[in-house]
Structures are given as structure tokens and as C-alpha cells.
């Protein structure tokens, strides 16, 4: 598959014949008292409990697992606020190849040493000042090596929508299903899988409401970029949607909605109380979104809902939720 | 059952019968990071993800379905310092019963509001200065309640049973197996399973360090009583083992060990931090002693370790967690 055509469920399926039994088959949790709370029926895809601690890992194994013998040799590069990069680093482990990270200066340092803990090495940037997609493209031509990019990417996506396409063959027919939403490699995923296998079920992605471009592209109906946002989701600090990620999500999402911080705060508050999971700010705006009622009609319904990651500095965490 | 007889494995086969699909059959959690640091292979029996967030409500559950119309009609009556109150309680809810618990002034706001959230009446008093099998008996006597005490009853011992042995059938066979050590409901019912599932398996307790009142009764032959101990393990801050539960843990348990407060942080936050889930001081007892090395043998060994309980306030994990 070219890297700019766009997949298909075809790729999906494909990936999870990739990645079955290298990548967790995650359970889905569900709660009695969260189900009271929210008023409808949920079904937590746990990707928190996914090795790497992020659903990234589905995407990283799929696309390097595709890469030809000169690729392998070069080995791959890898930008990313944090999960993306832990990925791509156990991937290229345990795929046998070498791989460097480029990662901000402010990502947790929980995400930081877990990379390096899997042998690859980090260079370190600026966020807010440089941009990590030339400083990628620059090693990559330098080394040799064959950069990966966090979602826009056919492989990556397809790797992605085996999160949801699992969530629908273990809970059977959603009604609705809400994923969180930063460069789209989840959500269009996810737009694929549920088309194949729920296609009556409403799709829907939340962003920070500090970074909305995909509210705005889907407006629009171009891709909007913005400022780096500061939101505390910051594994969906993006900028901007993809070249692949957007066609799908125009043409497969039911809507984007937001989350703000202090919602993503009461989600984890949720989260850690009720059903003793650690999740990350990023990893429960799906949650934040059908707890705050920004998801319409869904009372009584049966919602599934994509927790993403759970990697959080556990006193950055302690901060968050022990908080009144 | 006559409520002074010892119970068997029997008990625990019948007990897992009345509580199936009623109980949460727990998972088995694993990870490979946590196994590379304990240089064991651990088998987390997640009971901290049972209905109350805790074991507890496997032999609350046990107990009052073997009451009798008379009982039902006049309700159940418990002493508690948290977990099996609410166990009582919503245990208590399910088979239509009216519930007393009486608990410390001291217990976690969480568990106090679990428990009266469960339809209980709460009756508080000073855990220590005040002996609360007193104001149960009393109140009982008062009201024609029955008491069902949280470990020294056959019917609850038979009930917690049932967690070691799902642990065993899906696990498959363990070396050794440990858990938390209060009153010895836990340990004995595990004894009784261990012994009829995994003969050849070590089974130990472990009991926090401040109330050793367990090894003590262990090495003197004789249930010691000691001073209500202070520790974080609040669920083990029992006084001393009971006249069912000490002749069993005395015949079956290969040894009993201890875990310090510090010891508990440290377990908690590898709990949260590499396996992504929220677990109460006391809950880590089991894992604090294998990480310690306070078990011993253990290296290349099938451990099976039971999480016991995830019920801790919020702004008190992130103040044990968030500590450097």
C-alpha cells in the first residue's frame, strides 16, 4: 500500500491478523455505577492496559511489520509528544531494527525514559519554536532511516482501527461510538472499523476544547491549522489533521465535539473512584465528552468508548485527582 | 453449616456456586515489567475490581444467602472498618434484608458513603476505645438481627475461598500463592482452595508490620491479641485471628510475613504506575512482601499474588502515590 493512499477495512482486518498475539487483546470494562451516572450503557476499551500503555502500539507494530528488508536495515525515526514514540521504540525492538525519537522538551519524563527504555535513542525540541516533522525528515535522509509518522499514515490507521474493530466483536452492536481525537490515526480508524461492523452506530472524536481544528476543519470542510494548544491532553496537542485522516473523518464521523481540562480532570476523577484505572488527561476525553452531555441522545444507548493511554507522571497524576 | 464448625473445600465449592454470576469473576492481571522487576512470574488476582471493590463481598454474599426466612425478615448486622460493611450492605440490598454496620469514627469517608449509598444504617464508634463486637451484639440482640462478623464465620471464609481458587483454574498451577493477612478470612479460605487445587504450593500471609499479631499467634502456638495497630492497611488493622480462621492458617499456611507502611506506598505505586490500577494500601499487602523479597524463593516461580481491595479516597492515594 502507497503512503498516501488512503485504507480500507480491508487494512484493518489485515492489521489485526499482524498484531494478533503481539499486541494485547484489551478488555473492555464496564460499570454498574458509571453506567448509573452517564444514564446509558458503556463499554470502556481499556487501550490503558495496551502494552506501551497506548493504543499507539497497534499502529507502530502494523507499519513497521510492513517494512521491506532495506527499511528494516535503516531502521525508522519517529516523532511524538510521547505514546506514538514509545510505540514506535518497542515495535522496532521487537521488530529487530533501530529507531530515534524525536520528542519534545516538555513531554512527561514517564514517557521519555520509557522510550529510551526500549533502546531508542530521543532527540529532544522545541514544541512551541521548531518544527518536529523537518528535524524527522532531516535525520531520516541523513541515517537512512524511514520515518513514521503518528497518524498520517495508511498503516498506522489501519493498525488503529483494530481497537475498535476488537470493542465491536467483544460488547456486539454499539449505538454510538466516541473516540478521542487529536490527528485522526484513532478516529479514522475507527470510522473504518465501525462501518464494516456497526454501520448504523454514530461515530463521534473529541478534542481539547483549547485545540478544536477538527471541529473547525469539519466546518470548514478543509484542514484548519491552529497554534499548539495548551490543554493538559497532551497527547492531542496537534495542529492540525492529516491528508488521509481527514478524508475519512469528513466523509465517516458523526461529529466533533470538545473537552475541557476541567472535564478531562473529572473523567480521571471517574476513572481512578469508580473503576481503579489510572488514565492519562488525553486518554479519557472520549469519557469527559459522554459524562459532560456534549455526545447528543445517548440515554439508554449502548456507547463504547475508547480510553487511549494511561501514561501520566504518578505525581502529575496525584496532583490532578487528589485535588477537591 | 453450624457457625462454629471449620469449613473445607466442600464449602468453597458450594460457596462458588451461590455466588456465580452474582460476583465479579475477577481477571488475572499480568506484566511483563512488573515480572522483570520481581524476577518472578506474578499473577494479580484483581479483587480490587470486584462488585465494592473488594473481596469481601464473595463471603457477604455466601453468608447471607444461608440465612433463613427468620433471619432475612429480621436483617444482618456487621462490624467493620470498611470493606466488608459495604459488602454487608450491598449484599444485604440484593437478598432483600435490612442492614446495621457499625464502623470506626476513623474509616474512610469513601467506605462510609459506599456503604450508607448501599441502603445500610450506619452506627459509628472509636476503634480504639470502644469494642465494636459489643455494639453489635447489643444492637442485635436489641433489634433480632443477625451478626455475620467479617472473618470468624464459616460461610465467609468459605466465600473469600473462591478467589484463590478462580486464581487457580485460570492461572493454571502456582508455586506459591499469597495473600493479605487481617483477620485470616482471606488466608484460610485460600488455604482451603490452595490446599484442594495446588497441593504443592507455598501459601503465605502477609500482615502489615506494625500488627504482627498473626506470625506471633503462628510462632507461640496460640491466637496472640495485640493492641489495635496503626498502618496505613487499614483493612488489617485487626487485634487478633479467629477461633476458625487461626486452626486453619496454623495447619495450612506454609509461613506469615509482614510488609511496612513504606513498603505499601511503594507497591501502590508500582500498582498505579506500571499496571495502571488504583489499589487500597491494605490491597497491596500480597505484592508489597514479594517485591520486598519478604517471600522467599520466589526467583524464575508462578506466584500468584491477590490484590484484595481498591477502596482509598482519592486525595489520599494521590498523597501516598504523589510522594517522591
Chains 1, 2 share one sequence.
Do not use: W
Amino acid at each position: 500500500m502507497p503512503a498516501d493512499s488512503l485504507p480500507t477495512y480491508a487494512d484493518v482486518e489485515a492489521a489485526a491478523t499482524v498484531i494478533e498475539g503481539r499486541a494485547h487483546r484489551t478488555p473492555v470494562l464496564r460499570s454498574r455505577r458509571l453506567d448509573e451516572r452517564a444514564g446509558c450503557e458503556i463499554h470502556l476499551k481499556a487501550e490503558h492496559l495496551q502494552r506501551v500503555g497506548a493504543f499507539k502500539f497497534r499502529g507502530a507494530l502494523n507499519a513497521l511489520s510492513a517494512f521491506d528488508a532495506g527499511q528494516r536495515r535503516g531502521g525508522v525515526i519517529a516523532y511524538s509528544s510521547g505514546n506514538h514514540a514509545q510505540a514506535i521504540a518497542l515495535a522496532a525492538r521487537e521488530t529487530g531494527m533501530p529507531a530515534v525519537i524525536v520528542m519534545p522538551h516538555d513531554a512527561p519524563e514517564a514517557k521519555v525514559a520509557a522510550t529510551r527504555g526500549y533502546g531508542a535513542e530521543v532527540v529532544r525540541y522545541d514544541r512551541y519554536t521548531q518544527d518536529r516533522e523537518q528535524i524527522a525528515a532531516d535525520l531520516a535522509a541523513e541515517r537512512g532511516m524511514t520515518v513514521v509518522p503518528p497518524y498520517d499514515h495508511p498503516h498506522v490507521i489501519a493498525g488503529q482501527g483494530t481497537a475498535v474493530k476488537e470493542l465491536l466483536e467483544d460488547s456486539g452492536a454499539l449505538d454510538v461510538v466516541v473516540t478521542p481525537l487529536g490527528g485522526g490515526g484513532l478516529l479514522s480508524g475507527s470510522i473504518l472499523a465501525a462501518g464494516a461492523l456497526a454501520p448504523r452506530a454514530r461515530v463521534y472524536g473529541v478534542e481539547p476544547a483549547a485545540g478544536d481544528d477538527g471541529r473547525r476543519s469539519l466546518r470548514e470542510g478543509r484542514i484548519v491549522t491552529i497554534e499548539t494548544p495548551r490543554t493538559l491532553a497532551d497527547g492531542a496537542q496537534t495542529t492540525h489533521l492529516g491528508h488521509l485522516t481527514f478524508p475519512i473523518i469528513r466523509d465517516g464521523v458523526t461529529d466533533v465535539v470538545t473537552a475541557t481540562d476541567e472535564e478531562l480532570v473529572g473523567a480521571m476523577k471517574v476513572m481512578a473512584g469508580i473503576l481503579k484505572q489510572v488514565v492519562e488527561p488525553t486518554g479519557v476525553l472520549a469519557l469527559a465528552a459522554v459524562l459532560s452531555g456534549a455526545i447528543p441522545d445517548t440515554a439508554g444507548l449502548r456507547v463504547g468508548v475508547l480510553l487511549s493511554g494511561g501514561n501520566v507522571d504518578l505525581a502529575r497524576f496525584a496532583e490532578l485527582v487528589g485535588a477537591p
